[in-house]
């Protein structure tokens, strides 16, 4: 039994890099995890400066910069979708045909792995909020596979590979749910490719790691922690 189900969508008191509940601020998950450094993303920023200057040499300093954002809103697009197309399964079990054709890879990919697995999807979207360290997120998905008592706890990844801090990622949402008295037996990344195959990858907690990177977040953000209000008495994270 999933315990201390949200009244209210949690996801909708995000503002400013945190999850607020009522007045009090908890640091966002995903905010956190900007502090890591990403080469593979710096990679891919520059490279699309690089190739849009290369379509179009006319372009100023200011148009090349922009472009690997405006892909980066098309990718936060085909996220939303496709976790639509998730919350649509969930709710009805309906494999969805008349779907875009630009995210009808993807959606194949998911339908793929649930035929593949027998999954059954217990809940989609949830947010999970961690008191004891002050941190919130909305996690994908919590399922069961192949009729299996296990409860997996599993990310949805549309990009080109997965990459390790993922697993903080979950790792973080696997103790903040643990915290609202909920067991979860494995984490894992399920990645949606755009031939219509799919990845789905097992990872380990590595909650400390986590918590490290969420003390240098803190260390970097002190002055904004500080004016909402973050940091409980004495200056120091509750």
Avoid at 60 to 82: F, H, M, N, V
Wanted: glycine share 8%; net charge positive; with cysteine.
């Amino acid at each position: 039994m999933i315990k201390n189900k949200p009244k209210e969508d949690q996801k909708d008191q995000r503002r400013g890099g945190f999850y607020w509940l009522g007045k009090e601020p908890y640091a966002s998950v995903t905010h956190i995890l900007k502090v890591i450094d990403k080469p593979a993303l710096r990679y891919w920023f520059g490279k699309q400066v690089y190739l849009a200057m290369v379509k179009d040499p006319t372009l100023d300093e200011g148009q090349a910069l922009s472009s690997p954002y405006q892909k980066s809103e098309k990718a936060k697009g085909r996220g939303k979708t496709i976790h639509s197309i998730v919350e649509a399964y969930k709710k009805s079990g309906i494999v969805i045909k008349d779907i875009p054709k630009q995210f009808r890879p993807y959606a194949q990919a998911f339908y793929k792995w649930v035929k593949d697995n027998n999954v059954n999807i217990l809940q989609q979207e949830k947010t999970v909020v961690s008191k004891k360290h002050r941190y919130a997120g909305t996690l994908d998905l919590i399922a069961k596979i192949n009729s299996e008592d296990n409860l997996w706890l599993i990310d949805i990844k549309t990009g080109k590979d997965i990459y390790p801090e993922v697993y903080l990622q979950l790792s973080a949402y696997k103790e903040a749910f643990k915290e609202q008295g909920n067991k979860v037996d494995r984490i894992a990344v399920l990645l949606l490719k755009d031939n219509g195959d799919y990845k789905f990858e097992v990872g380990q907690s590595i909650i400390n790691v986590f918590l490290a990177a969420k003390k240098l977040w803190e260390w970097f953000n002190r002055d904004i922690c500080k004016e909402v209000g973050y940091f409980t008495e004495g200056g120091k994270n509750g």
